[in-house]
T-cell receptor, first 109, second 116 residues
Framework: GQNIDQPTEMTATEGAIVQINCTYQ??????LFWYQQHAGEAPTFLSY??LDGLEEKGRFSSFLSRSKGYSYLLLKELQMKDSASYLC??????????WGAGTKLIIKP | GAVVSQHPSWVICKSGTSVKIECRSL??????MFWYRQFPKQSLMLMAT?????????EQGVEKDKFLINHASLTLSTLTVTSAHPEDSSFYIC????????????FGPGTRLTVT
């Protein structure tokens, strides 16, 4: 079966750095997305990785290792508005998005 | 660019009635649209995938006669929840993809459905 694992919840302090991990086992791989979702709102796109390595975008970076079936989202200089759920999603061999359950990130002052 | 709208943003209906939710791609043509359902504190659950001009493909466990999907044009897809029941109360989100070579999905703002 297809499986994506993320921690259910993480807590971090404002101004700090946090890394959210995602491991996956899917039938084929055509890329991995990270989305941010605030409570009661739809997901918004953060990043897309299809090749190994680190992609940096401002305070957010995303890393991918295809051989390990592993990705992480790195958030720097955390702000209170970063409190949200972060969803990892993999594009499988049928070009369908397989979603993780999401990681709820709580930022404390 | 790549804006997707949904209407209504929230709706309350009585048990047994039907509700239609619209999903529109405002500034691009969506070759494929997706309908998701999300219960509180749970992840997105894909309900169905629809390509313009063809029948929707439903995920296992989703009743196609209860959740009617119409993707009549490249900018509009509708989801009709027929004979709604309280257990259908959920957050329904659509997304659109405008190019089969691009896998990113652009999400609508979602529709909160409450069935009383």
């Amino acid at each position: 079966g297809q499986n994506i694992d993320q921690p259910t919840e993480m807590t971090a302090t404002e101004g700090a750095i946090v890394q959210i991990n995602c491991t996956y086992q899917t039938s084929g791989f055509n890329g991995l997305f990270w989305y941010q979702q605030h409570a009661g709102e739809a997901p918004t796109f953060l990043s897309y990785n299809v090749l190994d390595g680190l992609e940096e975008k401002g305070r957010f970076s995303s890393f991918l290792s295809r051989s390990k079936g592993y990705s992480y989202l790195l958030l720097k200089e955390l702000q209170m508005k970063d409190s949200a759920s972060y969803l990892c999603a993999v594009v499988d061999s049928n070009y369908q998005l397989i979603w993780g359950a999401g990681t709820k990130l709580i930022i404390k002052p | 660019g790549a804006v997707v709208s949904q209407h209504p943003s929230w709706v309350i209906c009585k048990s047994g009635t039907s509700v239609k939710i619209e999903c529109r791609s405002l500034d691009f043509q969506a070759t494929t649209m997706f309908w998701y359902r999300q219960f509180p504190k749970q992840s997105l659950m894909l309900m169905a995938t629809s390509n313009e001009g063809s029948k929707a493909t439903y995920e296992q466990g989703v009743e196609k006669d209860k959740f009617l999907i119409n993707h009549a044009s490249l900018t509009l897809s509708t989801l009709t929840v027929t004979s709604a029941h309280p257990e259908d109360s959920s957050f329904y989100i659509c997304s659109a993809r405008h190019d089969r070579r691009t896998y990113e999905q652009y999400f609508g703002p979602g529709t909160r459905l409450t069935v009383t």
